[in-house]
C-alpha cells in the first residue's frame, strides 16, 4: 500500500493508486463545497488524460461555488436495489430534483477515477448538487462541481484509511477533480493555484494543482472579481472543442512558451504588488486565449459585441481615473472585472453605471479571492 507523503515524493499518477484500504465503511454522508476558479494565466490545449499542454494560475473564488452531499451505502447491505455490481450505482440530483441529464458526466468521471479509486463499485450513491450561482448564467460550473464531488470522493476514501495524510488527501482529491474537468484541480485548496509543471514554482505538477507558496503582496489580499453575464447562453463551440483544436494549431508553440514566460512574470508581479505590470499582463493572456480561438481551424468566436464595449469603457474609465482596475475572460462571452478591495465602491458604481447595461438582463455576481474547499459535513 502507497505510503501518503508530502508532495515532493509525489511524481506520477501511479503514486494515487491504493489497493489496500485497513477500515471498512457501510454507510455514511459527506458534504462539500468548493469554488469556481479564474485563470490569469489561462491554459489551452491538453494533453492526454486532461494533462495541460501549459501550465496555469488562478485566483480561487469565494461566493461563486458548488455545494455537494454525497450519501453512500455498501451495495451488500441492500442487494435487492443494486444488482449489478459491475456498474457503478447512483442517483444524481439537481437542486433536490433528478437530474437524468448530469448522470452521464458523472459516469464518464467515475469510469476515469476507477482505477485510483477502486471502492466506488463497492457503493450505491447519492449525489445531491447545487449551485449559489444560476446554472444558466455562462459561468463554468464543470470546475467547481468536479472539484465538490472529488472531496467528497476523498472523504470516503481517508474513512477507509484513517492514517492518509493531509498532503495527500488534497493532492489527491485535485488529482481527481483534473481527471473531471482539467481547471477544476484548481478549486480544491488555496487562494491562489498554479496548475502545471513550471520551472521557477516549487512542487508544480501536470497532475494537481498547488498553492502558490510565494508571498502575497497585500494589494492582492481581498481582491475584487465582479463577473459581468453578457451572455448566459450555452457556448457554440465546447471548451472540449476548444482545447482539441491547439494539436495542430500554427501559434501553438509559441503560445505554450509565452505561457511559460508570463507564470514567471506574473509569480513576481504577486510578490511585489506591481499593478500596473499585472494588469498588462492579465488582460493581454485574455485577449490572446481568444486570438488563439480565432485563429485556429475551424476557427470561432466566442466574444460578443457587449464584451467589446465592456472591454473599451474600462480601458476608458482606467486610463480617466488611475483606478487599477482590469478584465479577463474564460472560454466565454462574459467579463471578469478584476481591482482591489480598496478601490470597490469606486468601480461598483462605474459598473451600475456604465456597464449593467451591456450584460444580459442586467446580471452580474461579485465576488472576491476566496481559500478554496470547504467542509459542510463529515458524518
Given at each position: ?29 459527506f458534504?462539500?463545497?468548493a ?52 456498474d ?27 482505477m ?14 447545487e ?31 484513517p ?15 483534473r ?12 487562494n491562489?493555484v498554479v496548475?502545471?509543471?513550471?520551472a ?13 507558496s510565494s ?17 448566459k ?18 501559434f ?23 499593478l500596473?505590470?499585472?494588469i ?6 485574455a ?23 465592456i472591454?473599451?469603457k474600462?480601458?476608458k ?9 482590469c ?8 467579463v ?16 451600475t453605471?456604465?456597464l449593467?447595461?451591456?450584460c444580459?438582463n ?13 467542509l459542510?459535513?463529515?458524518?
Amino acid at each position: 500500500m502507497f505510503s501518503s507523503s508530502n508532495s515532493h515524493e509525489l511524481v506520477s499518477e501511479k503514486d494515487f493508486i491504493v489497493k489496500e484500504y485497513p477500515t471498512s465503511v457501510e454507510k455514511g454522508t459527506f458534504h462539500w463545497s468548493a469554488p469556481s476558479n479564474i485563470a490569469l494565466v489561462k491554459y489551452w490545449g491538453k494533453k492526454e488524460n486532461q494533462i495541460p499542454a501549459n501550465p496555469s494560475i488562478s485566483f480561487t473564488l469565494n461566493n461563486c461555488k458548488t455545494i455537494t452531499k454525497l450519501t453512500f451505502i455498501k451495495r451488500s447491505i441492500s442487494t435487492a436495489l443494486y444488482v449489478n455490481s459491475s456498474d457503478f450505482s447512483f442517483d444524481l440530483l439537481f437542486e433536490g430534483k433528478p437530474k437524468e441529464d448530469f448522470k452521464p458526466k458523472i459516469q464518464k468521471f467515475f469510469e476515469r477515477i476507477e482505477m485510483y479509486c477502486p471502492y466506488l463499485k463497492d457503493y450505491h450513491f447519492t449525489i445531491d448538487t447545487e449551485n449559489t450561482f444560476p446554472h444558466s448564467s455562462g459561468i463554468a460550473s464543470s470546475a467547481s462541481g468536479m472539484a465538490a464531488l472529488s472531496m467528497n470522493i476523498m472523504s470516503l476514501e481517508k474513512a477507509l484509511n484513517p492514517t492518509m495524510t493531509d498532503d495527500f488527501f488534497f493532492q489527491k482529491a485535485s488529482f481527481l477533480a483534473r481527471l473531471g474537468s482539467g481547471s477544476a484541480c484548481r478549486s480544491i485548496k488555496g487562494n491562489i493555484v498554479v496548475w502545471g509543471k513550471h520551472a521557477n514554482i516549487n512542487a508544480s505538477s501536470d497532475w494537481f494543482g498547488v498553492e502558490f507558496s510565494s508571498k502575497i503582496h497585500d494589494v492582492f489580499k481581498n481582491y475584487q472579481d465582479t463577473i459581468l453575464l453578457v451572455d448566459k447562453g450555452e457556448k457554440q463551440v465546447s471548451s472540449t472543442v476548444g482545447h482539441d483544436l491547439m494539436h495542430n494549431h500554427p501559434f501553438a508553440e509559441q503560445r505554450f512558451a509565452q505561457a511559460h514566460h508570463n507564470l514567471s512574470a506574473i509569480k513576481t508581479i504577486l510578490e511585489t504588488g506591481d499593478l500596473d505590470h499585472f494588469i498588462k499582463l492579465v488582460e493581454s493572456e485574455a485577449l490572446t486565449l481568444h486570438a488563439m480561438m480565432m485563429t485556429s481551424q475551424p476557427y470561432f468566436i466566442l466574444m460578443k459585441p457587449n464584451t467589446l464595449e465592456i472591454i473599451n469603457k474600462i480601458w476608458k474609465f482606467r486610463n480617466e481615473t488611475n483606478i487599477p482596475i482590469c478584465f479577463t475572460l474564460d472560454a466565454g462571452a462574459n467579463v471578469h472585472v478584476l481591482y482591489p478591495e480598496n478601490d470597490r465602491v469606486s468601480v461598483l458604481q462605474f459598473i451600475t453605471t456604465e456597464l449593467v447595461g451591456y450584460c444580459q438582463n442586467g446580471n452580474y455576481i461579485c465576488d472576491t479571492i476566496g481559500n478554496g474547499s470547504q467542509l459542510i459535513i463529515d458524518n
